[in-house]
């Protein structure tokens, strides 16, 4: 079943411009995870938000969680042309399983 | 270079005739599960597995065989593969709790069954 929800659906930006995505969620996590995907290429991990944490920085990507809106964004600045890939949230409950419950993506279009 | 790999990346087969993903991780992880992906329903977990010789269903088992005999290998199996298990699929492994659950994925395998 779908945890994340990432919104919007398609996003097309300029080189240079900021690219924001939210994803939202429902049940209780353990962390939440953002992933990029490069068209039918596997999936690169980009940073780990925990529950307990309300903000993250890796390189030109910020992260912030809120648990009391379940919900996500992830921030890319100064985006690249490289940047072009589908992004996901996935989410980790808790418990032995590591799975990770992915959302339907936001797919991301950088300009030149 | 730590890496997951998967082969084959590629596979055309027909209905009924058994095959096998494999997939192996470098990184000494005890953690390893397999996804498919599939237009509009995202991706999804078939199997997974906690160590050598401990595995256990994810969300979309059926259909599926795994084993897990050595730490760095995780075989996916279908024994009778039907054409609705025509997908992207994904191997997956991490540390373990102690050391982290930051997945790492394998390349992916397109299979397609006829």
């Known amino acids: 079943s779908q945890q994340g929800e990432e919104d919007p659906q398609a996003l097309s930006i300029q080189e240079g411009e900021n690219a924001t995505m939210n994803c939202s969620y429902k049940t209780s996590i353990n962390n939440l995870q953002w992933y990029r995907q490069n068209s039918g290429r596997g999936l690169v991990h980009l940073i780990l938000i925990r529950s307990n944490e309300r903000e993250k920085h890796s390189g030109r990507l910020r992260v912030t969680l809120d648990t009391s809106k379940k919900s996500s964004s992830l921030l890319i600045t100064a985006s690249r042309a490289a940047d072009t890939a589908s992004y996901f949230c996935?989410?980790?409950?808790?418990?032995?399983?590591?799975?990770?419950?992915f959302g339907k993506g936001t797919l991301l279009t950088v300009n030149p | 270079e730590a890496q997951v790999t998967q082969n084959p990346r590629y596979l055309i087969t027909v209905t009924g005739k058994k095959l096998t993903v494999t997939c192996s991780q470098n990184?000494?992880?005890?953690?390893m599960s397999w996804y498919r992906q599939d237009p509009g329903l995202g991706l999804r977990q078939i199997y997974y597995s906690m160590n050598v010789e401990v595995t256990d269903k994810g969300d979309v088992p059926e259909g599926y065989k795994v084993s897990r005999k050595e730490k760095r290998n995780f075989p996916l199996i279908l024994e009778s593969p039907s054409p609705n298990q025509t997908s992207l699929y994904f191997c997956?492994?991490?540390?373990?709790?102690?050391?982290?659950?930051?997945?790492?994925f394998g390349p992916g395998t397109r299979l397609t069954v006829l």
């Open positions: 996935a989410t980790r409950s808790g418990g032995s399983n590591y799975k990770l419950t």
């Open positions: 997956a492994s991490a540390a373990g709790a102690t050391r982290g659950d930051t997945q790492y």
């Open positions: 990184m000494n992880h005890e953690y």
